[in-house]
């Protein structure tokens, strides 16, 4: 039998992140301003960002260097492994290897430590004392307190309020590390207020905490908003995934037939898939690259790509992406990080170049796979990373019929230790499939122009 774990030294931590914005085909079209409909200006978006961070936004060199401090921090827990699935194979009668990067060694327990560290430490070279940021599921808002108290900084975050509900503890590990963490919508500014008066029981949603944590920003000087996804600079940080795994697939022998991850904004999946899509674009490789995202939250399968707000209140600028709608607010599914109604736009244009897919799944359909992936690997899965989980499984399943062998390679972005209330759900029958009608797709699609 093969390694089943595979390592890398830490000599071998990527020193540079890499940028596939200067590789694609079409080149990303540029985020406009809310105010002007114009292009974003360094100026506009200087007010919520520090200017490293708005370089790299745009940036179009192919490797940016990991400042050594960054670096530093990054060896905590980097490089993360890569485990060969042997039990799942067995289990499911496969011909395909199955392999899975594991983020979830990081001190927060998923890939986002990959950039809240450097988003913190570029904010506090600019004097910047506060960051504030929303969080779905919790694993943004976890990993950007922990790289505030690193940095010294103080942090804010707006929990999407039915995750705040469905999962005490990951609000108890934020307050842990310092930050003050709040029910998203809220009463404290403009943009909770409107919420809350028209849908008094609002369960939240990642666009309205965006628009929160971005309203805070703009207010105070000494404040600045962090992303967890979604934009080109989140991006590029988390490409420190996918660099690893290169790497560690070479010292296997293999080199993956199909590169697989969840997809909520487009982060960890961007991490893991960008080094990999270089490989299509410049080497003509034929790897299969698939995004897995949640059926009722369907913005790479079922939704429009065109300009769009990145938040509820329409403060951020619109960016061209795949999404169903700035004020659709999705179901409240245990898998709180993915319910994000738009889409990474680097992500969506490889989508819509074909050099990438997508599938959907519901709800108990990722559950199950979960249960299987624990059961025979002994890791207990974020419900986001079962979205992942779900997908190899299926591609495993069409090798066993094909009868190819097969390398699968997914990203496990996170563990699900602090998401066991949502596996109490599933074993005890409560947990039910969130449906998304045609009629109510069709309604948020058509208020896009």
């Known amino acids: 039998m093969e390694d089943t774990k595979i390592l890398l030294k830490e000599s071998e931590i990527p020193t540079s992140w890499y940028n596939i914005q200067a590789d694609m085909p079409t080149p990303v079209k540029p985020p406009l301003s809310p105010v002007t409909g114009k292009p974003a200006t360094p100026e506009e978006l200087g007010a919520i960002f520090p200017e490293?961070?708005?370089?790299?936004?745009?940036?179009?060199?192919?490797?940016?260097?990991?400042?050594?401090?960054?670096?530093?921090?990054?060896?905590?827990?980097?490089?993360?492994?890569?485990?060969?699935?042997?039990?799942?194979?067995?289990?499911?009668?496969?011909?395909?290897?199955?392999?899975?990067?594991?983020?979830?060694?990081?001190?927060?327990?998923?890939?986002?430590?990959?950039?809240?560290?450097?988003?913190?430490y570029y904010n506090k070279k600019q004097g910047i004392r506060r960051l504030a940021t929303e969080t779905g599921a919790g694993q943004w808002g976890t990993a950007l307190s922990m790289a505030c108290k690193f940095f010294d900084m103080e942090c804010s975050v707006y929990m999407v309020k039915v995750s705040y509900e469905q999962k005490p503890y990951r609000r108890s590990i934020m307050q842990l590390f310092g930050a003050e963490v709040f029910a998203s919508p809220t009463d404290k500014t403009d943009a909770g207020r409107?919420?809350?008066?028209?849908?008094?029981?609002?369960?939240?949603?990642?666009?309205?905490?965006?628009?929160?944590?971005?309203?805070?920003?703009?207010?105070?000087?000494?404040?600045?908003?962090?992303?967890?996804?979604?934009?080109?600079?989140?991006?590029?940080?988390?490409?420190?995934?996918?660099?690893?795994?290169?790497?560690?697939?070479?010292?296997?022998?293999?080199?993956?037939?199909?590169?697989?991850?969840?997809?909520?904004?487009?982060s960890n999946f961007g991490g893991i898939a960008m080094p990999f899509v270089h490989d299509k674009i410049k080497d003509g490789k034929k790897t299969r690259i698939i995004a897995a995202e949640p059926a009722a939250c369907p913005s790479l399968t079922k939704g429009k790509f065109t300009y769009d707000y990145g938040d509820v209140a329409h403060l951020t600028p619109k960016m061209m992406m795949y999404t169903l709608g700035?004020?659709?607010?999705?179901?409240?599914?245990?898998?709180?990080?993915?319910?994000?109604?738009?889409?990474?736009?680097?992500?969506?244009?490889?989508?819509?170049?074909?050099?990438?897919?997508?599938?959907?799944?519901?709800?108990?359909?990722i559950f199950e796979a979960a249960m299987l992936f624990a059961q025979?690997?002994?890791?207990?899965?974020?419900?986001?990373?079962?979205?992942?989980?779900?997908?190899?499984?299926?591609?495993?399943?069409?090798?066993?019929?094909?009868?190819?062998?097969?390398?699968?390679?997914?990203?496990?972005?996170?563990h699900g230790y602090f998401d066991m209330a949502s596996y109490d759900n599933y074993l005890s029958g409560k947990l039910q499939n969130s449906s998304l009608s045609d009629d109510v797709l069709q309604e948020t699609l058509s208020k896009l122009q």
């Open 52 to 120: 490293e961070i708005i370089k790299q936004e745009v940036s179009t060199e192919r490797f940016i260097e990991i400042p050594e401090e960054v670096q530093k921090l990054y060896r905590l827990w980097r490089p993360s492994p890569v485990y060969r699935a042997h039990r799942l194979e067995k289990a499911l009668d496969t011909p395909a290897g199955i392999y899975f990067k594991y983020e979830g060694v990081s001190p927060a327990g998923s890939h986002k430590l990959n950039t809240a560290i450097p988003q913190a």
């Open 194 to 266: 409107a919420v809350l008066k028209e849908h008094p029981d609002s369960l939240g949603s990642l666009g309205i905490a965006i628009s929160e944590a971005v309203e805070d920003a703009v207010k105070n000087s000494d404040t600045n908003y962090a992303l967890g996804s979604v934009l080109n600079h989140v991006v590029l940080h988390q490409t420190v995934i996918g660099l690893e795994a290169k790497k560690q697939m070479e010292k296997a022998g293999y080199y993956p037939d199909v590169v697989i991850a969840c997809s909520g904004g487009g």
């Open 326 to 365: 700035s004020d659709f607010v999705p179901p409240g599914i245990h898998a709180g990080g993915l319910r994000y109604h738009g889409a990474s736009p680097i992500q969506s244009q490889l989508l819509h170049d074909e050099l990438i897919e997508a599938v959907a799944y519901d709800q108990q359909d």
């Open 376 to 414: 025979n690997e002994g890791i207990v899965p974020a419900p986001e990373s079962a979205h992942a989980i779900k997908a190899a499984i299926d591609e495993a399943l069409k090798a066993k019929e094909a009868g190819e062998k097969k390398t699968i390679l997914f990203n496990l972005s996170g």
